[in-house]
């Protein structure tokens, strides 16, 4: 699913500037004179589906071959896309109190929502903005920690020394330099916040993080207690995970890890102590071994990376889909190339907005990344499924679902999924659930607070409540309050932690992780009941499912045309977002918690 570098980003290029660029002309074209709000909106997203083309074209080769050149014409195509998109976002409030039909004044609403960077009208400063954030992400993409002359580290090796070392000391080097690679972008990233808080503004909204929060059909301080509710339905599991985790890491690494304090963060087994499924080897139960390591049977299978996504596209047509576009294979980028600079961030486009489907990943042939490609390919068939809407709903009914569909997928990476794929010859049985759960909340729950804090940091600075004086201070203070981890180094302003990061620099919002973190579990438990799945829901899977497939493709099929409580009404039969499916996935497993910990200290 989605921990580390290789997980999380899916399709966010492509929706990088919020599937909703206009044209250069634009602004000059949109005639003074009233017009009609059906034929404003039919022009303008057939004029903008153009651009989008255009722009996932060049972002496409700018992330498969990181250059000063592509990076300007990248820059340069997300520049006409936004600045369009910026002028119809404009244009859309003349017809505000247009009386229209629903789709229309879906659309127009659409419009003035669909920005994740809104560039301020200034041509040069929308030049300004957009090159920026070109060079923030650039600057991520080719961070490298050199520990001695000739001797760099790119993110990728790192992932792997975090994922697998355990010297401590070797740990907090790598944490170290890696975090050093984000001190040259906070001067940009000041200058990036004035602009995009300037574009923001010159459509009505208070600031760049109103306008990301207005995105989900309720206002956006609803929206914001949505998310403290959700939290609060969860966070009792993940302080009982933190507990135990902290005195399972207390044995390994002594009196680094506090008893009773934040976990040091570079301890985890992840850059950014997102995900900690790496150590799990080191907080395992006793017996837990659940008798095979799907790593070890790819590899001994020889399976290469093609191999690894035929699997994925199985899973797809077991469900009733058809199988992937001949053009998938022969323009997807699988593997690291070794020849020049890419962004091996995983992720899922559909370059033309129909059928030109592509992932782009650095496949390494292991049990995580075969879970990823479940995972983006689950992005890929969502974005088929509604290619006959209008351009402006081709999309997910919110951004947290194009990221849970591909997560309620890889759920269904059971062991009797991999039984039924003859990868294996038999499930274990029950008693090694304990093992299998922890194993997956390590990954799950562990992620909660970390999928929240991103944005409630970037939320409080665009707003001006953290100031860049306190960029690094306030970016650990959350962590802590959510987290419950801290650096291990000492941290200054000359810092600038959450650019080292991805989607800091790379300007994609990521409260839509922490939903679909919450949604799949949801999804998953309705998946599972219309497939007739009685068993526990960790053992549940839908492959070879027509009914669950169907009940999915109708889901998808609605991209963004309605709002989208309907969306998960017809998946899940419920209008609201509801965190008691993750709570029943791991029950068992918060039993077994809170007896381990008993006597011992809880919270930090
Ligand atoms: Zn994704």
Redesign the pocket.
């Known amino acids: 699913m989605?921990r580390g570098i290789s997980?999380?980003?899916?399709?966010?290029a492509a929706l990088l500037v919020g599937g909703s660029d206009v044209s250069a002309q634009t602004p000059q074209a949109t005639p003074a004179a009233p017009r009609d709000a059906k034929t404003f909106v039919d022009a303008a997203e057939q004029r903008l589906l153009k651009l989008w083309v255009d722009t996932s074209r060049a972002d496409w080769v700018r992330s498969t071959y990181i250059t000063g050149d592509t990076e300007a014409l990248a820059a340069k195509a997300n520049e006409r896309s936004i600045s369009a998109a910026v002028a119809y976002a404009k244009d859309a409030t003349k017809y505000e109190s247009a009386k229209t039909d629903s789709d229309t004044a879906r659309k127009l609403k659409l419009l003035r929502l669909s920005l994740t960077l809104a560039t301020p009208h200034d041509p040069d400063e929308a030049a300004e903005v957009t090159r920026i954030a070109a060079g923030m992400e650039g600057t991520y993409g080719k961070g490298k920690y050199c520990r001695a002359e000739g001797q760099c580290l790119d993110l990728e090796d790192i992932t792997k020394i975090m994922a697998t070392s355990r010297d401590a000391k070797e740990l907090l080097d790598v944490w170290t330099g890696w975090h050093a690679i984000a001190r040259p972008m906070k001067k940009d990233f000041v200058r990036y916040v004035e602009l995009a808080n300037k574009g923001a503004r010159e459509l009505g909204f208070a600031d760049a993080g109103a306008m990301w929060r207005s995105k989900y059909d309720m206002p956006p301080d609803a929206f914001a207690k949505e998310l403290d509710r959700l939290w609060e339905q969860v966070r009792p599991l993940y302080v009982s995970l933190h507990a135990y985790v902290r005195w399972k890491l207390r044995e390994k690494y002594g009196d680094a890890v506090p008893a009773s304090g934040p976990i040091p963060a570079h301890l985890l087994g992840n850059m950014w102590a997102q995900t900690w499924d790496n150590v799990y080897p080191l907080v395992a139960p006793k017996d837990a071994d659940p008798g095979y390591d799907l790593t070890r049977i790819l590899k001994g299978r020889k399976t290469d990376a093609v191999g690894m996504v035929k699997y994925g596209e199985g899973f797809f047509t077991s469900l009733g889909f058809d199988p992937l576009p001949k053009t998938f294979w022969e323009r997807s980028m699988l593997t690291k190339p070794k020849d020049r600079e890419v962004v091996c961030h995983?992720?899922?486009w559909d370059v033309d907005y129909v059928d030109d489907l592509r992932i782009k990943m650095c496949i390494d042939i292991t049990a995580e990344d075969f879970t990823t490609v479940h995972?983006?390919l689950?992005?890929n068939f969502y974005q088929r499924a509604y290619k006959a809407q209008p351009p402006l709903f081709r999309d997910s009914a919110n951004d947290g679902f194009?990221?849970a569909i591909?997560?309620t997928i890889a759920l269904s990476v059971t062991p009797e999924y991999l039984v039924k794929l003859g990868l294996l010859d038999r499930a274990p049985d029950a008693t090694k659930d304990t093992g299998l759960l922890l194993a997956k909340a390590l990954e799950k729950v562990a992620f909660l607070p970390f999928g929240l804090m991103i944005d409630q940091w970037r939320w409080r600075v665009f707003a001006g409540e953290i100031t860049p004086a306190q960029y690094n201070k306030a970016w650990w203070d959350l962590r802590l309050k959510y987290q419950g981890v801290a650096p291990a180094v000492a941290r200054t302003e000359e810092d600038f932690d959450p650019g080292a990061k991805y989607h800091v620099p790379a300007n994609v919002p990521y409260t839509r992780y922490f939903l679909?973190d919450i949604l799949q579990f949801q999804f998953h438990r309705a998946l599972a009941k219309t497939a007739g799945c009685t068993s526990a829901l960790n053992r549940c899977s839908i492959y070879g499912n027509k009914k669950a497939g169907e009940r999915l493709e109708k889901t998808l099929a609605m991209g963004q045309s309605r709002p989208w409580p309907d969306a998960l009404e017809s998946l899940t039969g419920q209008r609201e977002m509801d965190a008691s499916a993750i709570r029943d996935y791991f029950a068992p497993l918060q039993k077994w918690l809170d007896e381990q910990n008993k006597g011992k200290p809880v919270g930090w």
Do not use: I, K, R
């Open positions: 989605w997980v999380f980003a899916v399709l966010c995983a992720s899922a995972h983006e689950g992005h194009h990221e591909g997560d679909a």
